[in-house]
């Protein structure tokens, strides 16, 4: 048996005793507390043992009246609780253990929990503070944040309790509920094909009448940018501003060659995307904006793992944003909304573009939540409006004996022509569908023709 150190005064066996401390020589009170089922250490601040004891004793009756209570035994910051919770999130993203969305959660600590309630005990936060709190965020931001944003900070909160209450600091009954005061998420203007064909003509030739040689460059550079983005689904901003040729490959999957994305950051940290074949047309002319591409071709470029960013200006330098000029030029071209409701059309309505396109191919939920790095859960309840349930069927390859293969690969050829004459517009370089994408169409009219005479 381990004997006891002789700077150890036990005063209740396994429960309470005091250890003095080395250096200060102060004595150190251990206490056993009964509901975390592990010791409890807090400074006597006195090197007299008489005094300890009484201090001891004292600390041991008010963890022990706390305890029948039903009230937290320990008081930590929220601050350092915060901190130790996102810690783990932004470890499993690093690992790539972590859920998407583990990086929002990180965010919603950083920019909006710890600065309000940092400096709180975690197990003070009463319901008025947590009133305070909506006040003092709508006021931070200008207006009151969306549901989606609101329910992300709560879920955030909630892991944050839960590890105050898992070590102690504070107990169930103690927790604040959370409330969400958002307004639903404003509708976004959408774009038809024939649209999004008629903006991208107009922006070309605006893109010639700008006042001097940058203002042209720009509107040049984001004829690309939209198209990228509609081509994609990436987000904008964020996701591609970090966007370099090293993160563009070109990979074989199945026996097809496909175009892999890796976005080194955004809303739901690093992720990968798979985007559809035309988009090497727009690539294509990224690299012949700039002059130092101008001896390799695109394959070699982006084999040899280049570290320059991709949405360069002829200059070579960087926009701050696209939001203003594309802003400016989609009122020029007085299609800001689309003539049927009110609801403007920005970068994002690209974005929305891309979804509901893929999901009237037959992309299902779950894939295209893979894709685009949002839940397969949110996606169902923003497109839920789309009649594409009684195309399931259709649209996934699903068929029945007698019914029309050429049903199926029309809507298939239909959003791929749009999207080839929509690229065609934006880049110049038109190509047929079976240039561009042979094999996978072959492989599609073999797919469908098997499952119909199964």
Known sequence: MRSVATTTVVLKAKELKLVQRENSGYWQIHYKSTSLKKWLRKSANTAELTEAKIKAEDFAADIRAAERRGLPVVSKKFKAVAEAVKRKFDEQIA???????????????????????????????????MGDFHVWRKEKVGRELTQSTQHTHNLALTKIFDFAIEQGYMTEYLRPSNKNTGLAGEARGTFTSEELITLQIFLKKWATEGRNKITRDLRELLCLYVAFLACTGARAGTELKELKWKDIEFIKHDGIQVIQISLVQGKVGARKLIARNELWTVLEKLRQLQDEFNEITLENLLSQKNTSYVFRMRNGSRPYNFVNVFGDGIRAANMLTNGRDKHERTLYSLRHYYATERLYEGMTYEQLSEQMGTSAKMLKEHYQ????????SKLTGDLKIGENIDEVLNIQKASQANMMNFLGVSTGIYLSIQEQNADAKKELEDELLSKKQS
């Open 95 to 129: 690992n790539g253990t972590g859920k998407k969305t583990y990086a929002q959660y990180s965010i919603a600590i950083k920019n909006y929990l710890i600065p309000f309630f940092g400096n709180f005990n975690v197990d003070t936060i009463t319901p008025k503070i």
């Open 385 to 392: 409006h789309f009649d594409l349930l009684k195309m399931a």
